[in-house]
């Protein structure tokens, strides 16, 4: 009876490790990411979140046992779980920051960004950015997140396993890259409304010059807002198809694997 006992202990102690272990690289990275890290997201739902994907998580992955490492090593494997952890939620935070600098771009061409939409609790944004940064929220949690969330955790051990340090160098050159693409991806879905406010400006300029006496700033601003809206009607379908895509395809590969 205390052999079996002490067989359960030990195998208790060796569950709770590599639970907590994992814990800290799900933990860290559930304050980033999009749906579940949100900050009106109260944190006891983000803290059973991370719990339930730690459950997940930690059967199918290969966690070293703490009594094969030195007091060092284990405190340096701690530490170095909760970077990737971050560096993780931060690869999939940019993706929401595209969606809101796409908007800005967008608000600011189509005289839209002195509309706000955003709730008190975060930065005001333009009626545009909050309107897709919802849009896409909504999107990729009726598109299976939580399970391509799960899968990009296990995979992330295959680029990263447990004990693996992130140099410096490596962590600057991903996230310089990271960051550019997430500027370059917010530029292309706000190219249609930047496209049309260049067309509206120069058409009236040409106005402008043609018929002096007209008061062409009157007249066409109400245009370049019904055609922004309009145009934001047509185009946020397609746009964030593209957005949940490109999302899609940075989960399958998690941490540029």
């Known amino acids: 009876m205390i052999e079996t006992l002490a067989q359960l202990l030990g195998f208790s102690q060796a569950a709770l490790v590599t639970g907590f272990t994992v814990f800290l690289r799900v933990g860290a990275a559930m304050m980033m990411i999009p749906a579940f890290g949100e900050a009106g997201v109260p944190a006891r ?16 992955v290969d966690v070293p046992p703490a009594s094969s490492l030195t007091d060092i090593a284990l405190s340096l494997t701690l ?17 929401i920051y595209a969606l809101q600098v796409a908007g800005s771009m967008a608000a600011q061409s189509t005289s839209l960004a002195q509309i706000f939409g955003a709730s008190k609790d975060v930065d005001p944004q333009p009626a545009i950015g909050h309107l897709l940064v919802v849009s896409g929220l909504a999107l990729a949690a009726m598109s299976g997140l939580h399970v391509q969330v799960a899968l990009g955790f296990v995979q992330s051990y295959d680029v990263l396993p447990v004990g693996a340090v992130l ?54 601003a109400p245009a370049i807002t019904a055609g922004g809206l309009i145009l934001l009607f047509f185009s946020a379908p397609y746009l964030l198809s593209l957005w949940l895509e490109a999302l899609q395809r940075y989960l399958a590969t998690p941490l540029g694997g």
């Open 45 to 60: 739902i983000r803290l059973a979140a991370a719990l339930a994907f730690t459950a997940i998580v930690a059967p199918m």
């Open 167 to 220: 140099g410096a160098g490596e962590a600057m050159e991903w996230g310089v890259a990271r960051i550019s693409a997430s500027f370059g991806m917010a530029f292309s879905l706000a190219a249609p409304f930047i496209i049309a406010a260049l067309i509206y400006n120069i058409a009236l300029g040409v106005i402008n010059r043609a018929m002096p006496q007209l008061m062409v700033a009157f007249v066409g």
């Open 79 to 95: 530490v170095s779980e909760t970077v990737i952890g971050l560096v993780f939620g931060f690869g999939l935070r940019l993706f």
